[in-house]
Structures are given as C-alpha cells and as structure tokens.
C-alpha cells in the first residue's frame, strides 16, 4: 500500500515542473491526462472538445506552476477543478453560439447551385491571384472584394497610398490579360480620404 501511494505522488515531477523541467511535467500528463480527458468527455460529449479542455486544463496547470499547490500529493485535483470549469465556460461558449445563430435572418430562397462554368471561373481566379505576390494579391482582395478604400488598403499592407495605386493598376491589368478570355470587368476601388 505504501508503494502505492508513493506511485502516485506527485511530489517529485511537480517540483522539477515548478523548475521548468519539461520533462517532469510530461511525466505529470502522462499520468493524469487519461482521467483529465475521461472528466471532460463527461462533460461535454464532444471528443473534440474534450481533447480541446484536456489541453488546456494542462496549459493552464504549466502556465500556473508556480502558485499551484499539491492537494495529497496530487495536481490531480486541481485538474479536475480546472477541468470542470473549462468545460462549463465551453458549453456557455457553445450556448451563446447557438443563440447568435438563430437570431440570424434566414433566406427562403434555397442556396444556388454553382454551375461547372463558375467553377472554372473561381480556379482560374485563384490560380491568377497565386502568381501575384502576396501584398499585390492582398492588395487586390482587399480593394476588389472587401471593398477597401486603397488608402486604408495601403496603410494595412505598409504600404504608402501612391505606392499602392501603382501596384494595384498593375496587378489588375496582369490579372485582365490572365483572364482576358473571361471578359474580367475588374471594378475599381473608392479612393476614400485621409
């Protein structure tokens, strides 16, 4: 019996963790992380969740190390503790999602099909967009598609605003001639103000 329960003490793993051992707080998870895991998939039925609190039940044990205390020689108490509230605070969380997305209006028109034509139209743009560099194409997603004014586009991307409008003419004139086929009509962005 006392074998046992020197078995499983955590003392010495928990004091090299408290030490940034790394290697003793593993020892710690390897230990406890079943159970930690068994709690939380009782408590909110999701595998995926519960892989989510277990992880962070462990996060938050190595980022409070420090102040953390032994109950009988375990952390395991304090696991579980942390790990019942991880998983309230995630159905509170799943809740209020829920909530927020009956709220939303919804359209009676059923969602449009996309045709084979449509789908050639959206590969062949993003294949056009993948040979822009990443700030031209940035550029022009966010002044095409986001409706960005240039100047606020610019001032995102560290970019000076003239500096961006050359880059912008540029990149939408290779993405006309990339596409030229499609008769792109490439709609200009306000230019706002400073």
Not at 30 to 49: C, G, I, K, N
Not at 104 to 133: C, F, G, K, T, V
């Amino acid at each position: 019996m006392k074998d046992e329960q020197h078995d499983n003490d955590d003392g010495p793993l928990w004091a090299l963790a408290q030490r940034n051992d790394g290697a003793g707080f593993a020892g710690l998870f390897d230990r406890h992380r079943p159970r930690v895991y068994r709690r939380a998939l009782s408590l909110v039925t999701d595998p995926h969740d519960a892989e989510d609190i277990t992880a962070a039940a462990f996060y938050e044990l190595w980022r409070k190390r420090k102040t953390v205390a032994l109950v009988s020689g375990s952390v395991l108490p304090w696991l579980m503790v942390t790990t019942v509230n991880l998983a309230r605070n995630n159905r509170r969380a799943a809740g209020r999602y829920r909530s927020l997305l009956s709220k939303l209006p919804r359209s009676d028109e059923p969602a449009r099909a996309i045709d084979a034509e449509e789908i050639e139209i959206r590969q062949r743009l993003h294949a056009a967009l993948q040979e822009l560099s990443p700030t031209d194409a940035a550029l022009l997603v966010l002044t095409t598609f986001e409706d960005m004014p240039v100047w606020q586009a610019a001032q995102a991307l560290g970019l000076k605003p003239p500096a961006a409008r050359v880059r912008l003419h540029r990149a939408r004139k290779r993405l006309r001639a990339d596409l030229h086929d499609l008769n792109p009509s490439i709609r200009t962005a306000p230019e706002g103000t400073f």
